[in-house]
Nanobody, 126 residues
Framework: QLQLVESGGGLVQPGGSLRLSCAIT????????IGWFRQAPGKEREGVSC????????LYADSVKGRFTISKDNAKNTVYLQMNSLKVEDTANYYC???????????????????WGQGTQVTVSS
């Protein structure tokens, strides 16, 4: 069974950086497109980024373009989300999930994803 485990969250000041990791177990990471989503208290879950199974295609939400970078290390079965220039509004619980159908992400719709991890908290505060 596919399992995803997030790590790397923490407390960081505005303008700082964090790198989140999504470890994929039981399957090879190049079998799946992987997405990152986030949910802040009282808000709906929103898509952040996605990377295709081949890692040749990526997708970003407008709110994070130019600041976040998604990447994949298939040798380590891990997907990363490098977050730079963090803002207070980036504070949320971050989740990774696998695209249920297909190998390329065309939209960040969480209904198209499954095998959700438990999440990792990112808090941006001074």
């Amino acid at each position: 069974q596919l399992q995803l485990v997030e790590s790397g969250g923490g407390l960081v000041q505005p303008g700082g950086s964090l790198r989140l990791s999504c470890a994929i177990t039981s399957f090879s990471s190049d079998d799946f497109a992987i997405g990152w989503f986030r949910q802040a208290p009282g808000k709906e879950r929103e898509g952040v980024s996605c990377i295709s199974s081949s890692a040749l295609s990526t997708l970003y939400a407008d709110s994070v373009k130019g600041r976040f970078t998604i990447s994949k290390d298939n040798a380590k079965n891990t997907v990363y989300l490098q977050m730079n220039s963090l803002k207070v509004e980036d504070t949320a619980n971050y989740y990774c999930a696998a695209l249920l159908v297909g190998y390329v992400c065309y939209e960040l719709d969480d209904s198209n994803f499954g095998s959700w991890g438990q999440g990792t908290q990112v808090t941006v505060s001074s």
